[in-house]
């Protein structure tokens, strides 16, 4: 059986993993998935304090009490992550994809006001009104 070839995002966080042992011990512990910690690696990067917790198994073990501690660190500092995520960030890239929703949401809103026009209009106004223009199908009544 040929093994599958990973993305290089996959390769570089397997590495990363390699790197820091205390990564494992954590998702057998059930504390975190392995998708939780690859989504945190990649929008935060290797170089996140986060991660010094994990470099070495004998400090993942004999410093728990400081771990706790880096712990409510970081989650007091999350405004800070989010704003070095922002930081990151290409602006020009993130305008295009707001300028894509934006039309993407405008489309919608178009084809909801077709239905809405429709129903609205579909009612006894049409049937006093000649059919020429509006729609070549309704009939009047006789």
Not at 38 to 51: A, Q, V
Not at 64 to 90: A, F, R, Y
Not at 111 to 132: D, I, M, R, Y
Request: aromatic share 8%.
């Amino acid at each position: 059986m040929a093994s599958k070839k990973l993305h290089p995002s996959v390769e570089k966080f397997k590495s990363f993993v390699k790197e820091h042992p205390g990564l494992i011990k954590e998702v057998r512990k059930g504390e975190h998935t392995w998708q939780e910690l690859f989504e945190d690696w990649y929008l935060l990067g290797e170089d996140d304090p986060k991660w010094e917790t994990y470099q070495s198994e004998h400090a993942d073990e004999t410093n728990t009490k400081t771990k706790t501690k880096k712990t409510s660190k970081t989650e007091k500092g999350w405004i800070n992550q989010i704003g070095n995520i922002l930081q990151k960030m290409d602006p020009d890239q993130m305008d295009h994809h707001i300028h894509n929703l934006s039309q993407a949401v405008a489309a919608i809103q178009g084809v909801l006001a077709q239905f809405q026009g429709g129903a609205s209009s579909g009612g006894t106004q049409n049937q006093n009104q000649a059919p020429e223009g509006r729609n070549p199908f309704s009939f009047r009544k006789d």
